[in-house]
């Protein structure tokens, strides 16, 4: 596996990847069950400056063409911002090999490094995969929109949650790599 940021050219690789997702999966991602969401939601996904909008993605190494394994985001209006809209989304074909929990760590420790305060996420109530995952880093429920919940996830201490972790096994060399001399 491969983790690094998110360019425009990766649009073949994010686009193949949402096709990829189940509608199940799409719908609990996206709000939709459409076979692709439209392109200016693509191009903002694509759309990382490292400033507003932080984008990691991970990359299956063992497949030859190197698939989008899955991507997250913090993106905030304006750099002064300390709060960011997070979101994370996992090809089905690599749900529950940690790696939304490895990009998330990275997400993070680049959004610590960004002045970011705190991620906001948008999750509907049905997905208690989401839920869960939000809540174990520390995220707490601040409000309800009929069937979407919204959730605070303070960057400090979710990162505090997740050096602790031992699934996978990559979490800690990803504190590694960011916590080292070159970090």
Same mark, same amino acid.
């Given at each position: 596996?491969?983790?690094?940021t998110?360019?425009?050219?990766d649009?073949?690789?994010?686009?193949?990847?949402?096709?990829?997702?189940?509608?199940?999966?799409?719908?609990?991602?996206f709000?939709s069950?459409?076979?692709?969401?439209?392109?200016?939601?693509?191009?903002?996904?694509?759309?990382?400056?490292?400033v507003?909008?932080?984008?990691?993605?991970?990359l299956?190494?063992?497949d030859?063409?190197q698939p989008?394994?899955?991507v997250?985001h913090?993106?905030?209006?304006?750099?002064?911002?300390?709060? #960011? /809209?997070f979101?994370?989304g &996992?090809?089905d %074909?690599?749900?529950? $090999?940690?790696?939304g929990?490895?990009?998330?760590?990275?997400?993070?420790?680049d959004?610590a490094?960004?002045?970011?305060?705190?991620?906001?996420?948008h999750?509907?109530?049905?997905?208690?995969?989401?839920?869960?995952?939000?809540k174990?880093?520390?995220g707490v429920?601040?409000?309800?929109?009929?069937?979407? #919940? /919204?959730?605070?996830?303070? &960057?400090?201490p %979710?990162?505090?949650? $997740?050096?602790e972790?031992r699934?996978?096994p990559g979490?800690?060399?990803?504190?590694?790599?960011?916590?080292?001399?070159?970090?």
């Amino acid at each position: 596996m491969c983790i690094r940021t998110v360019t425009p050219g990766d649009e073949g690789r994010l686009r193949a990847g949402i096709a990829a997702m189940s509608p199940r999966s799409r719908y609990l991602r996206f709000f939709s069950g459409g076979a692709s969401p439209p392109d200016w939601v693509i191009e903002r996904l694509l759309d990382a400056d490292g400033v507003l909008h932080l984008a990691w993605g991970a990359l299956d190494l063992t497949d030859p063409a190197q698939p989008a394994m899955g991507v997250v985001h913090a993106m905030r209006p304006d750099a002064g911002d300390a709060v #960011a /809209e997070f979101s994370v989304g &996992v090809v089905d %074909a690599y749900h529950g $090999l940690g790696v939304g929990r490895l990009l998330t760590a990275t997400l993070l420790i680049d959004a610590a490094a960004g002045r970011m305060e705190a991620l906001r996420a948008h999750v509907l109530s049905e997905n208690d995969a989401a839920r869960s995952f939000i809540k174990r880093l520390g995220g707490v429920h601040v409000g309800q929109d009929g069937p979407q #919940a /919204e959730y605070r996830l303070e &960057v400090a201490p %979710a990162l505090d949650r $997740l050096r602790e972790e031992r699934h996978p096994p990559g979490v800690s060399d990803i504190f590694a790599h960011f916590d080292g001399p070159a970090g």
